[in-house]
């Protein structure tokens, strides 16, 4: 699998001349630090759905596999909320895990990067390589913080749609990405039809449900909660400390809603994390040992205000919003969809899913819908890649052979 | 229906002489304050499930109705976490709401007070009468914040068995309640088996499940992470302040797992609370503002040391431990048991429920088990008493005619 500095087996500007702007707006940023991407940005200011301007904007990218001649077999991979550029590879400097899809995405695997050039980009409003909360304002010199103006799942897609250009892309084979990223799935769809040539959105919903926007809100309390946020102002806290705790605690309740009592019972039982403690305030059962480990392993690589930006984001996304609503919109897709469901996701149930593939249907486009049987919950999306592969490689089989 | 001082209407000092122990360890306290209930008094040292000794314990209760000559048509009603005595009647002084269960209990209602003795008390550890964290520990002279000793399902119950007791009671003709109610009259059954003619424990557990746990432990730690819990000594803060941000979120986690998708899509969709904030960062949905709703409603009426200890005390809940076993324990039941289970209840799954029946089936007892078909989720052991209603009427009907 090719796990190299992108720069090593696709160099745009060797590649693609004729797709660089003339205005040399953009320019192609060296790979970040021992992060193995590259960026590109643009300096032209970028205007949001919500009103915000930013001046520039950087986009963090990685990519496997090779362009085709005739560029028609580029996938563009979508990461969820905490998830980034490196969504296939080792890990490695700059990338603290495993790539979060490295059981689909790579040679022989369903998003097969011996037949696909595959992009997975860092989504605006990020903290890994794409400009957020944590850059540098170039009007004042200092990070945004708080200051960051709201992006949408809307910015977040245009976003890409800039980079598709910058690599000198006319479509994507397939755009394909759960929770999160299946919001900004849909959104090609919507927003850039003749660029997406199939799409493939999984543990997703075409609009967040009020359900989904109370757990967002719940977590962003207990970030904003923590005096170490500082109402966004802590990069350069004089005790070198942001609100951890708080980000910690999003995470763990976050953690929680991906999960299922299934997985927790055969993982945990009510096994306590030291029997002497067993009957005090503060003792601990062993999932409570396993929740903080995942809250202070978020804290290690996630930026508390990206968080705030991204969980608001989702909260904003409704594919029918100034569009004559859903029915609408998904009504008039043309291009074949994939859509799938995990049997035990509370976060994003089967009934979302369900519902991109009616209005699709109801419209006269074409939706396949699968069910998945697993106890998972909604990281079955990351998790049952022997159920998903197969699924999105046959998507990925149909649109190379329109 | 009789919503007065329940000495109006029941003074077990002229009724029950015989009931009182000789020691005089009891006294009848008066009602505290303006609240419409009394309390009684062990002045001798509670020794707790977990090794902490309590040297005294107050127990608040609310009766309703009034005791036959044979004593048997006592009916012992149990609260959840952050209920309390007040389980029928309406607001007034030192009541901030209606009863909890208000539609269930009353004249000609399922717990028909014409019919029956009601008791409900404040449990142990709580905050509306009984001992709890803000209580005045007597050896100190202030209250007991956070050096209140751990309790546990079982140390509620035999305080609820030393009411039983002081009131001139020999047996429940049955026990009932929901949620961590339910945990109690399960306790009931294990602990006073001769002393309960019936049990109904609704949307309950056999044993916290580890996603339960990790909803308590993420609830605790929204409490704990708040500086003005001040680590549980914030009863006499010079600023007069309490971890109130910390309990309100705490309240806002648990009221989602409380209620369902279905629920607040009907009741919020996507409606925002002010449109011109709708891309702002904290711009608000309306969930939001029922979410903050509850969040305050609740720290104007409970203790967060109280909501502290309760927490852990249900995660603490197991009525196998030390027993030999769920099966062990459910499976030696003999009197007759109703469970029910809402259809939608994420937080307590039905398939808990179904546990309990089949544990006391599989041991040769007998248990009704009904499954109510409804969207509210958890709180559907509150709201659902058109359901229930007959359900539990049934059982006491038969506990009757023995």
Redesign the interface.
Known sequence: MTDGNPALHFDPDRRFPAALPASGAWRVGDPVGKRKFATVCCERPFVL????VLPQIDIAYETWGTLNEDRSNAVLVCHALTGDAHAAGSMGPGHPSDGWWNNLIGPGKAIDTDRFFVVCSNVLGGCQGSTGPSSINPETGSPYG?TFP?V?IRDIVRAQYMLMEKLGLGAWCSVVGGSMGGMQVLEWGAMYPRHVRSLVPVATAA?????Q???S??ER??IS???KWRDGWYYDAADGDGPS??LA?AR??SQ?TY???EV??A????EVYDPRT????WG?????SY?DHHGQKLVRRFDANSF??LS?AM??H?LGRGRGGLAKVLGSFRMPVLTASITSD?LY?P?QQAEIYKLIEDGGGSCAYHIVESPQGHDGFLLESAALGPLIASVLRQATSF
């Open positions: 759905e919500g009103g915000g708080p709201q949408t609009s967040a449900s009020p359900m926007v109370g757990w809100a719940v309390l207990a909660q923590d005096p705790q708080g605690l763990e309740i929680i999960r299922t009592s927790f019972d993982r945990f039982g009510r067993e009957f005090e305030q601990r059962f062993q999932v409570e929740l705030l930006v608001k909260d904003l409704d509370v149930p009934y």
